[in-house]
């Protein structure tokens, strides 16, 4: 029997799309189809493999109007901000085209004397990508782009709420010359993603909640395959009283928390300020986020568009109830916002507290809590008291105090008057519940090869 998926579109609630969700039947059979292309993929060279994905990504760029409609349409994204991903996760490509070769190709470390060393890098195999909706471009291209450039396989499984997109890198990646046996897009939910981990597959890579990124590491485990796991975060943000411009903190901060509807892996989920600008940060911060347009994601002057899914509703009722009755202030928002569609007020809460789930959960959404901070010190104690450790900011005009505050994160990112940032320059990895392993940078191209060492007598 074959399942089917329903595509809603969140900023009406209608039904956008039915497709046939994959059955377990075509993924085993895909499976033995990738295991014999990936053999002949590896043997591609390098530089070929690299043209097959700048190639992609040009594709991906003449086509990103329509592109960007089709991520709009199926998660709510604001297609300004939609546009924005499609052209900024092209700094994944470049990045592969300026330092693949360099981490990929043979090493000679001993050349000289009786016995010569060198290391090759050869693929993983056929590995798995189960991939999030929140970013399907960046969080996607992170992992199959790099695992491709690398000589492997892979089998795609993008969000049941970012399906359509990932038939569309299918459809680009086949015209730019990847061929149909080395890359497969899988249609369904977690069901469909339970049975790819019964499957032998080489290495799972996935994106998503920390639930059920903890449910893959655990399934695999016996299988002694590399597993990358980018998870969650609750970001903290600190406002130290040296800013020197706290308008411009005010509204850095809002676009760190807002940005994508707070639906971003790296947004700012809760903030502490200097009690010595408490309350004009606060009053900036409210002002800035009031003046967001809300609406339709289409339309292009829209900042706030709808949750993507219509359960993440329940999840921020319940934090805000939560945070009145502990006794936070609601400045802003802090209810459904009436009519079609999958819409939150953006809500801002001040005097918050650490008793308050907005400040130790994942919100996912438009809304933010802020605490008030005597000290760096205390400051300091309130972020590191997470189970999460993907970012850490401070905001501060003195760079020796900031990074005297960032050393004592336990994060895979920190950042200093910026926050809710990715660079493929830079490893990109979460600690403890926020995940295991990186993407990006010479760590993400090495992260799907394994080394060989060769010990050669002439
Ligand atoms: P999710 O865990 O609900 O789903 C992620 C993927 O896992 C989907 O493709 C889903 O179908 C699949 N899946 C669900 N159950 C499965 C199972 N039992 N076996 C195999 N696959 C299964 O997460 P989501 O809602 O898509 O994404 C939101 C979460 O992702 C947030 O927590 C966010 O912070 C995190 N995220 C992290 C990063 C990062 O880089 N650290 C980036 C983006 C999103």
């Known amino acids: 029997m074959q399942d089917n998926i329903e595509i809603r579109n969140p900023a009406t609630g209608a039904v956008a799309a039915t497709l046939p969700s994959s059955t377990t039947v075509e993924l085993e059979n895909t499976l033995s189809l990738l295991k014999q292309g990936q053999r002949d993929w590896a043997k591609v060279p ?14 991906i760029l003449a086509n990103k109007q329509e592109l960007s409609e089709i991520l709009t349409n199926e998660t709510g994204k604001p297609i300004t901000q939609s546009l924005n991903e499609i052209n900024g996760a092209q700094n994944r490509i470049e990045h592969l085209r300026k330092n693949a070769t360099k981490w990929l190709s043979e090493e000679v470390v001993v050349s000289e004397g009786a016995t010569l060393e060198n290391i090759r890098y050869e693929p ?20 199959f782009l790099y695992a491709l ?42 069901r469909i993603g339970e049975h790819i981990l019964s499957l032998p597959l080489d290495g799972y890579f996935f994106t998503g909640s ?43 901060a809002a676009e760190g928390a807002f940005y994508n509807n707070g639906q971003s892996c790296c947004a700012v989920e809760r903030i502490y300020v200097s009690a010595l600008i408490y309350d004009r940060f606060v009053e ?10 809300v609406g339709d994601p289409m339309d292009v002057d829209t900042f706030i568009g709808p949750l993507t ?27 459904v916002l009436e009519g079609k569609g999958y819409y939150y007020a953006p809500t801002v809460f001040d005097h918050c507290d650490h008793r308050m789930a907005l400040m130790c959960d994942e919100t996912f959404g438009p809304l933010i809590g802020i605490q008030k901070v005597s000290s760096d010190e205390e400051a300091i104690g309130l972020m590191q008291d997470t189970a ?29 008057n910026c926050c809710d940032r990715v660079s493929p320059n830079v490893p990109w990895s979460g600690r403890r519940n926020s995940g295991l392993g990186s993407t990006l940078s010479a760590q993400g191209i090495r992260a799907f090869v394994q080394p060989k060492a060769y010990h050669l007598r002439p």
Not at 161 to 189: S, W
Not at 210 to 238: C, F, R, S
Request: glycine share 8%.
């Open 284 to 293: 900036a911060f409210i002002e800035e986020v009031a003046s967001y347009r």
């Open 309 to 335: 899914r219509a359960e993440q509703l329940v999840v921020l009722e319940d934090q805000v109830k939560d945070a009145l009755q502990k006794g936070a202030r609601l400045r802003l928002g802090g209810h």
């Open 388 to 416: 999460y450790g993907l970012t850490a900011a401070v905001f501060s005009s003195d760079r020796d105090r900031a990074m005297r505050i960032l050393d004592q994160m336990d994060t895979g990112t920190v950042y200093w």
């Open 149 to 190: 450039v690398a000589g492997n396989a892979v089998l795609y499984k993008p969000s049941e709420f970012a399906t359509l997109t990932g038939l569309q890198f299918a459809k680009y990646l086949y015209q730019a010359g990847i061929p149909e046996n080395v890359f497969h897009c899988i249609v369904g939910d977690g």
């Open 124 to 143: 993983l195999g056929v590995i798995a990508n189960i991939s999030a909706w929140n970013f399907p471009y960046n969080v996607g291209f992170n992992v």
């Open 46 to 59: 390098l530089q070929d493999r690299l043209e097959c994905i700048i190639q992609f990504g040009q594709l």
């Open 210 to 252: 920390y639930k059920t990124g903890l449910h893959i590491a655990t399934t695999v485990a016996h299988k002694l395959v590399p597993v990358q796991l980018e998870l969650g975060g609750k970001d903290p943000l600190y406002v130290a009283d040296d800013v020197a411009d706290i308008k411009q903190a005010a509204v850095s």
